[in-house]
């Protein structure tokens, strides 16, 4: 009676399979595929009532709206009464809803990432855009290192001007810092300019790696030496597709979330520390 | 010329829209609608929309999720962009087909029992030995008098006449009295014990292998997520103010919605062909193939002056050996007629082609099919194209040049008038009952 019972949509079963593990559950047993007319059909094989739902979906690249329909089918008789998200890209959505948004961060799983494999003396932050300064710094001030900014000149609207570096990277590892990378145009573009101005090495941390279209090729022929992501995404075959991509696995923080939240308990322990 | 109108239209069927437009003498209004490298879709509508009563076209059928999605972005981007009234245009309105739920006839969802625990497994949690679904017994009542099983066999019997498939009840949705609900559990579902061969279905699914591999908790029947009123909510959420819809599957879905909801019906147009291509159509019989669908015909049966007649299907436990049509019966004489089916949608075309056969099977000379939504899903087109039908008319309420191509037994009639008409008379605060006769 009033346990916690995970669905998980199709979009990332992997995630789904984590958190489960973490919180020592089974996912709950449903089943969603599409008819042949192409409407999406949910069966849900285990008593939910009076439960305590939550409903695991990522947006899988590709079949965006499918995932969504799904998910709103999925909680369409019960209702929607707590959203748990993870670094959302404007922070102002929250107040979109008409119920409790926890908006999760990956920074501490990020910040532990940096110490344990990058720190070093010579590392700075940079933000590869004015939107993602307020995030890149605060991981630069934790860490207690330097931070740059990339700034996109715009001669005129709807051009790309060059991009300017503000800071100073000459001779260190440059970190850039962003919440999103989907084509990897810019970051791309942020890594040239950065190497341009005498950074050492370059690496990018990125906690949405939906890496789609061409992404994968830029990536390649990029000059960051690695890329790291989050598993918020399913990245399918895309490890092996580019060897310069790593992971950090965020569902010991999703599944903590979870767990505070059937409970009552506050997470916004999990804004500052990473469970292990 | 109708003015401070806006016509938009979806991804779904640009045919359709600029038809409409041409009969309002109206442009089709400029709006960029794709989708961003990761899926999500992207809408810009590029002419002003404010103060301007709205109209868009957005009918259910190929990517229906996506075409929604991009319905309801329209919707919020012109009633953020100050429009005056903004009108969502289905001409087939998605979801609104309701899954059936897999329960049985009797209506409680009956299972085997979990395996038996051994005696010495028992704890003091174990749960007493009360008869009923799902729980764990003590061996005195393991034996022929098993209450559950009892009780199931009961229910299949008299829900189809068939024994127990290994003990187990079957989720086939024998309860369902229209044929047009999906059943989950297909016909078409490899090893599946559950499986059986009466129920049919007209929602074939695109990955029947998955189905098989899913079984629910032990104790706990399948529960199949309703949309429901989900679209409803979604369309009213986005922000229309009101609906349009053709041949709506379920007339109360309009009870769904706490907008205004208009229904237009496509009876007019399948009439008018019935009068106009029938040769000695007084002389036909309009067939329901389904009970669901009896109102519907008889409508134009009375109207037309013309005999009906009706599929049954019965579940009644038969002896007939021909296992294919012994779940259907015809009510009504079609020997050396002409035959008219009469159904609001086709979708993997199994109903419709299962009556055209039965009805052959009558000696009726010349079978029609005369549907409204023709969606033509999975392998619709070649399942009808192999049919007993000589004729299948439907509308363009979803794109069907492609259907044409493939089906040279396929007529399309032209449901942009309707549209065109309900278009500016909701514009103008005019009666759209005028639609609605049809004499």
Partial sequence: MNEI?????????????????????????????????????????????????????????????????????????????????????????????????????????????????????DIVIVSPDAGGAKRATSIADRLDRGFALIHKERPRPNVVGRMVLVGDVVGKVAILVDDMADTCGTLAKAAATVRENGAREVIAIVTHGILSGDAINILNNSCLSQIVVTNTVPLGNKGELCKKLRVIDVSPTLAEAIRRTHNGESVSFLFNHAPT | MVRNIVILGGNSHPTLTENICNILGLPVSNRTLSKFSVGETRCEIKDSVRGKDVFIIQSGGGSVNDHLMELCIMISACKIGSAKRVTAVLPLFPYSRQPDLPYNKAGAPLSKPPSEVPKDKYTFESVPATPAPGIDKTPSFNTDTDLSRVMSRTSLTNGNGQGLVNGVSRPNGE???????????????????????????????QNPALVSTFQAKPGYKRWVAQAGTLVADLLTCAGADHVVALDLHDPQYQGFFDIPMDNLYGRPLLQRYIQQNIPDFKDAVIVSPDAGGAKRATAIADSLGMEFALIHKERRPTRITDRQNATMMLVGNVANRVCILIDDLVDTANTITRAAKLLRKERATVVYALITHGVFSGDAIQRINLSAIDRIVVTNSVPQDEHRRLCSKLDVLDVSPIFAEAIRRIHHGESISVLFQYD
């Fill in chain 1, 5 to 121: 019972k995970l669905l998980s949509g199709n979009s990332h079963p992997v995630l789904a399979k984590l958190v489960a593990n973490r919180l020592g559950i089974d996912i709950a047993k449903t089943m969603s595929l599409n008819y042949s007319n192409q409407e999406t059909s949910v069966s849900i094989g285990e008593s939910v009532r009076d439960e305590d739902v939550f409903i695991l979906q990522s947006t899988s690249p590709g079949d965006i709206n499918d995932g969504l329909m799904e998910l709103l089918i999925m909680i369409h008789t019960a209702g929607c009464n707590h959203v748990i998200t993870m670094d959302l890209h404007a922070s102002q959505i929250q107040g979109f809803f008409n119920v409790p948004v926890d908006n999760l961060y990956a920074e501490p799983s990020v910040l532990r990432y940096i110490r344990e494999n990058l720190n070093g003396e």
């Fill in chain 2, 175 to 205: 309860g369902s009295t229209s044929s047009d609900q999906p059943l989950i559990s297909a016909p078409a579902r490899p090893g599946l014990t559950t499986m059986h061969t009466q129920s049919f279905t007209t929602h074939d699914l």
